[in-house]
């Protein structure tokens, strides 16, 4: 008896410090986050093959079987972004426990690398930038770079992600649109990957698929699982570098290369996306609010004082948030004349509000 009882605390002990060991190691896990080689523009999640990620805990239960997705939203410490993401934050803040609402934390990404002075006024992680040089002017590829920190180092309750920008203003709560896998994501008209098929296949080999397989979206606004986004970030990353280092594909992509890059990461992971419209509007353009859960203010509204757009020509009347980009905007904007669409009348008003209350606004 006294045998049998040694060996059974024996087993006991052994079992619990193989646990213990499993959980440690598990949450010491990394993604590999190398910049791309000259030699391959790929491959980028990296998992011990013995001792698995373990899975996390739902907490739909805890939120009568809602899809919780957590917004997280990538920022300069500039004057530009900050004021924009003070006003996307409060009106997150505004539907996120209204009906339908499937909305649950938030974060700014701040990659300045450094805190400031608004940690307590919007929920931040810190994330470092890119270092000196490899952005080459083009600061938008920090945004993968500051998800990839993010990804690994936060505790992130939601299973769901969305990812969001600071000129995003929301208009009504947002439920999770992704279904069956499947990322949810807005379609850009101006991503056009059949049209650089060339030029995309030195990062989507045609042994991975038709380039249809890549989806004619950014990052942004996207909703993807959480498991989806930590394999897709980091391929992401190196993508977005790869494809700023490659002399054609900076030239065809301009601007927009890091959504590219994005698309074709998403793809590499075969993660598909539905594709939603009313995912969110673009004023001038899109004149009504509609159906439409997000108004991204990124175009400039121009009208003379008749309610004609002046579009390239600055009006009589106008907003545009590059007026703004080293001063905050003044409180009481004054509102578009009458004739001026919906959809701009919209987005000044929800400007003016959140300007009217937020504590300090232009300090």
């Not at 087993?11 to 000259?38: C, D, M, W």
């Not at 040089?133 to 299973?159: C, H, K, S, T």
């Not at 391929?235 to 074709?264: C, H, R």
Request: hydrophobic fraction near 40%.
């Amino acid at each position: 008896m006294g045998w049998g009882k040694m060996f059974f605390t024996v087993v006991i002990t052994f079992s619990a410090a193989l646990i213990t060991y499993n959980i440690l190691i598990s949450a010491n896990a990394s993604f590999k986050q190398e910049f791309p080689g000259p030699s391959s523009a790929k491959t980028l999640f990296s998992q011990d093959p013995i001792i698995k990620m373990p899975l996390e805990r739902s907490n739909n239960n805890n939120n009568n079987n809602k899809r919780l997705f957590h917004t997280a939203v990538t920022s300069s410490d500039s004057v530009y972004n900050t004021w924009q993401c003070r006003i996307m934050y409060y009106w997150f803040k505004k539907f996120k426990d209204e009906p339908n609402s499937e909305m649950g934390g938030f974060t700014r990404i701040l990659h300045s690398g450094k805190s400031d002075r608004f940690m307590d006024e919007i929920p931040t992680f810190v994330a470092q930038p890119l270092p000196s040089g490899m952005d080459q002017g083009y600061i938008v590829l920090n945004r993968p770079w500051a998800f990839v920190q993010w990804l690994q180092q936060a505790q992130i309750e939601e299973d769901y992600i969305l990812m969001s920008e600071p000129d995003h203003v929301i208009v009504k709560p947002i439920p999770n649109l992704s279904k069956d896998g499947l990322g949810a994501a807005f379609p850009f008209f101006y991503i056009e990957p059949k049209k650089y098929e060339s030029v995309l296949r030195k990062f989507f080999p045609q042994q991975n698929g038709p380039i249809t397989d890549i989806d004619p979206i950014g990052n942004s606004p996207v909703i993807v699982s959480k498991e989806a986004l930590k394999k897709i970030a980091p391929t992401w990353m190196n993508v977005s570098l790869a494809m700023k280092k490659d002399p054609e594909a900076d030239k065809a992509f301009g601007w927009v290369l890091e959504m590219y890059a994005y698309a074709v990461a998403s793809a590499l992971h075969n993660v598909g996306n539905v594709l939603h419209k009313e995912f969110m509007i673009q004023p001038p353009w899109d004149t009504e609010i509609g159906k439409a859960f997000i108004i991204h203010y990124t175009y400039g509204c121009d009208y003379d004082m008749k309610g004609k757009m002046t579009y390239g020509k600055i009006g009589e009347w106008r907003f545009d948030k590059r007026s703004y980009d080293n001063t905050w905007p003044p409180k009481n904007l004054s509102l578009p004349p009458p004739g001026v669409p919906e959809s701009v009348v919209t987005l000044v008003k929800m400007v003016n509000e959140a300007t009217a209350n937020i504590p300090n606004w232009g300090s």
